[in-house]
């Protein structure tokens, strides 16, 4: 087979890992096939949510990416999945089956939006290409349920209600105050700025606005299936233009990146500088149990000084830092009580995790004694820490007792001495969360193999 034909072939391949599949078919009440819902909601509802008393402290617990106020905390949907149709389809970036019906969606909307957690994050390609529609579904769903309680409530009375509707004291719009993040996906065959921009509005679309809150580039162009004939192709520079438009069309309010070190993201500081315009936040892998093997805490430092807001996914190690972290089987088990693990082949020595005995139990015990003196759990302390480092945690949006877990975040933060105690307990650990085989940190599976990135 000539090079030119391998070449093909690989690309082939990559596109079938990468572009997302096809939606499930039409179904009865399936946000799917009727996405004017979204906006006949709005229309009814006037897009209010409601947010009460006792939620007045935590809910001035906000951060800044650039222009926009967002709560402390905010909420990931990689784990959200369409309904299975009888015909089967194979789901995408998932961690879980814990939401993949509109009934648990909506309940999961609900919560945060009770809980005043209105920041989601999602991608063009989770949810095998639906995230963003789902997302759109389950806040309209979210905002209808809670509305109708306001207005079933008799306590309110109708006065106080249309009082409050008028006023607009206690109530907040959706369209305002609901901030989402989308992200965009460096792929070979999306070669120029315009596929940013395209792919931009087509997203807008499907989350029913007329403008995206913050718009991504999901990862550097690092997924290459000629790299190993010598042919690499690199487009950052020109997806970096591609959200330059973004902006400057007026199609998305603030833009950024994700999983970008210092290096690169200072390039591409640079290079929206020339353009008059800021890079506002710099999505990367960061928690209690990433912060120095990988350069993490560097890149958080970086971004500090250009005045970059950074995010943090895998916030809780995927659940390795919760109350259960240290019961994880699987491929978290050895992360869980000590042995060895991999993030890829495992007969490759770079892929082999190395976790002392014990694993991350002695960290649980120290998150647990400050969470016990301050009335918390082990998740709140763990994202406490995190928002305490100037970084927003993205908590996963998988069910609502989760949500309300994370919501109990805000509203406080840890003393030095406490963070310090925290540190200290993470340091002696002797090992840092890397993923999993099939989950890994710093790379996706591309179909051809696996393509890496390095916060360097």
């Known amino acids: 087979m000539s090079h030119t034909a391998l070449l093909l072939a690989l690309c082939a391949s990559t596109a079938r890992a990468l572009a997302p599949a096809a939606a499930p078919a039409v179904t009865k009440n399936n946000i799917l096939s009727v996405p004017e819902r979204i906006a006949q909601k709005r229309r009814v ?48 970036d998932r961690l879980d089956g814990k939401v993949g019906t509109e009934e648990a969606r909506a309940a999961v909307a609900t919560a945060a939006l009770e809980e005043g957690l209105t920041f989601f994050d999602t991608a063009e390609r989770y949810s095998v290409g639906v995230g963003e529609t789902l997302l759109a579904d389950a806040l309209a769903d979210g905002a209808e349920y809670i509305t109708r309680e306001m207005e079933t409530d008799v306590s309110v009375g109708e006065d ?24 965009f996906t ?12 395209d792919a931009c509005d087509a997203s807008r679309k499907r989350l029913g606005v007329d403008q995206i809150d913050l718009y991504q580039i999901h990862m550097p162009d690092v997924v290459q299936p000629g790299r190993f004939l010598g042919y690499v192709d690199v487009k950052d520079e020109a997806y970096w233009e591609g959200l330059a438009q973004c902006k400057e069309l007026g199609l998305v309010k ?19 500088a020339k ?86 139990a002695p960290l649980l015990d120290e998150l647990r004694l400050v969470g016990a003196s301050r009335g918390k759990t082990v998740t709140q302390v763990a994202l406490n820490w995190i928002i305490g480092s100037g970084v927003i945690p993205i908590a996963g949006a ?19 001495e ?39």
């Open 398 to 416: 998988t069910t609502e007792k989760y949500v309300r877990d994370a919501a109990g975040a805000r509203g406080w933060r840890l003393t030095a």
């Open 45 to 92: 509802l006037g897009d209010r949510l409601p947010f009460t008393s006792e939620q007045a402290d935590i809910y001035e617990d906000t951060a800044k990416i650039g222009s926009l106020v967002v709560p402390a905390v905010a909420l990931g949907t990689i784990s959200w999945t369409p309904e299975k149709e009888k015909k089967g389809f194979s789901p995408g």
């Open 160 to 183: 106080v209600l249309s009082n409050l509707l008028a006023e607009g004291s206690e109530w907040s719009t959706t369209q305002s105050n609901t901030v989402m993040a989308t992200k």
């Open 275 to 360: 353009r008059g315009l800021t890079i506002a936040s710099n999505q990367i892998h960061y928690s209690l149990l990433a912060r120095n093997k990988g350069n993490n805490q560097a890149t958080v430092d970086a971004a500090k000084e250009l005045g970059i807001t950074t995010l943090g996914y895998y916030p809780l190690a995927m659940g390795l830092l919760t109350d259960g972290g240290a019961s994880r089987t699987g491929a978290l088990e050895h992360y869980a009580k000590g042995g060895l693990g991999f993030i890829g082949f495992p007969f490759l020595e770079k892929n082999q995790v190395k976790v002392p005995s014990g694993g991350v």
């Open 418 to 456: 406490e963070r310090a105690r925290l540190e200290n307990a993470a340091d002696a650990l002797g090992f840092e969360f890397e993923g999993t085989f099939a989950k890994r940190v710093d790379g996706k599976f591309v179909g051809y193999g696996v393509e890496e990135w390095r916060l360097d």
């Open 254 to 272: 603030e833009i950024g990146v994700s999983n970008y070190g210092p290096t690169l993201l200072r390039r591409c500081a640079a290079f929206m």
């Open 186 to 197: 460096p792929t070979p065959w999306r070669s120029d700025a315009q596929s940013v921009v």
